[in-house]
């Protein structure tokens, strides 16, 4: 089993950024953190609460490097990746997350673990 992370950000510009933004935080060891701070600050697609001050107030908040983590955000740096990652789950009709690929087949939404033990289960069982 491998357990892997790709962004989708499909809410317009905003999510791009955050997406963004937390790669550069994964550059000073704080992807983890920084994504929670994330999750805790959701107010809404697109207003305001992810614009690129915002995000790096968070990085400040997080004590990143701040001249680092600014410049990598202004950068751009991570765009093509987000970007990639997004039109790649979309060609394989994701629509929401959290999605997870289990064996190529795509379960939506954030499942008890005993409904994800069970698709598991009977994924292994397949390859028997």
């Known amino acids: 089993m491998r357990f892997g992370y790709a962004h989708f950000a499909f809410l317009g510009p905003e999510s791009g950024w955050a997406a963004e933004a937390s790669e550069c935080a994964d550059e000073q060891g704080a992807f983890w953190q920084y994504h929670?701070?994330?999750?805790?600050?959701?107010?809404?697609?697109?207003?305001?609460?992810?614009?690129?001050?915002?995000?790096?107030?968070?990085?400040?908040?997080?004590?990143?490097?701040?001249?680092?983590f600014?410049?990598?955000l202004d950068?751009?740096?991570?765009?093509?990746?987000?970007?990639?990652?997004?039109?790649?789950?979309?060609?394989?009709?994701v629509q929401s997350t959290p999605t997870f690929l289990?064996?190529?087949?795509?379960?939506a939404g954030a499942l008890p673990f005993e409904q994800f033990q069970q698709i598991i289960e009977a994924e292994r069982s397949k390859k028997k």
Request: a neutral charge.
């Open 102 to 107: 289990i064996n190529e087949r795509g379960v």
């Open 36 to 68: 929670d701070k994330l999750f805790a600050s959701q107010a809404g697609e697109n207003q305001g609460a992810f614009n690129k001050d915002k995000l790096k107030q968070f990085a400040a908040d997080l004590k990143l490097n701040v001249a680092k």
């Open 75 to 93: 950068s751009g740096k991570f765009a093509a990746i987000v970007a990639a990652d997004t039109a790649e789950f979309e060609s394989i009709g």
């Open 70 to 72: 600014n410049a990598c």
